[in-house]
């Protein structure tokens, strides 16, 4: 089966500009997820979403973060205005449930100047 | 929130059985206990997932005291493509406020 596809991998942008990613989910999956990766660091979750509804964004930035989970498949994260400290690699994933075991696609990196 | 610690980092030898802990004193009973690698510049992938006792896969086994409140993963013979991060993940994911929290990793070099 295909995997989680997200683009684009690499996005470099200016302070206080804005930038959205996109993800696909494997198919079937009910639940999605968006982690913020900062280099030497754990991944750290952004937000989840079962089906199209949000079950925690508890630490979405949401002054500056929205995402979005478009009929329940794929899904959009958009930084605006964006700032130097949200440079990291943002991972998207998808998991069958809840709490099976998530797939994760292979990330964009994302530099703010 | 529960919280899980691991070691920074760890070395190993080709062929040598690799035991990583993780400590997760606050474990909701809700909460399953699952571990991932991570390659540089790649997504983390799942290796194997816990509630309790003991569970093993083709590729490593997950040990659960009874309490919980940590895991082991042991990896058996590990190779030199071993070399990798390893994260621990406590959490349901079935509500908010139980979110699912990687630890810090832990680095693992195995050298030849």
């Known amino acids: 089966e295909a995997g989680v596809a997200q683009s684009p991998r690499y996005k470099i942008i200016e302070k206080r500009q804005s930038v959205a990613f996109w993800c696909n989910p494997i198919s079937g999956h009910a639940t999605l997820y968006w982690y913020q990766q900062i280099l030497g660091q754990g991944p750290k979750l952004l937000i989840q979403?079962?089906?199209?509804?949000?079950?925690?964004d508890s630490q979405l930035p949401k002054d500056r973060f929205s995402a979005e989970r478009l009929k329940g498949v794929d899904s959009t994260l958009k930084i605006q205005p964006a700032k130097l400290e949200d440079s990291a690699v943002y991972l998207c994933?998808?998991?069958?449930?809840?709490?099976?075991?998530?797939?994760f696609g292979p990330g964009t990196r994302l530099t703010v100047t | 929130l529960a919280k899980t610690t691991q070691p920074i980092s760890m070395d190993s030898y080709e062929g040598q059985e690799v035991n990583i802990t993780c400590s997760h004193n606050?474990?909701?009973?809700?909460?399953?206990i699952t571990w991932y690698q991570q390659f540089p510049s790649q997504g983390p992938r799942f290796i194997i997932q816990?509630?309790?006792t003991k569970v093993t896969n083709e590729v490593a086994s997950l040990f659960i005291p009874a309490d919980r409140k940590s895991s082991t993963l042991s990896l058996p013979r590990v190779s030199l493509s071993d070399t990798a991060v390893y994260y621990c993940l406590v959490g349901d994911g079935n509500n908010a406020g139980n979110m699912l929290t990687f630890g810090g990793g832990t680095r693992l070099m195995v050298k030849p």
């Open positions: 816990g509630y309790k």
């Open positions: 994933a998808s998991s069958r449930d809840f709490h099976y075991e998530q797939y």
């Open positions: 606050n474990i909701a009973t809700n909460d399953y």
């Open positions: 979403f079962q089906n199209n509804g949000v079950v925690d």
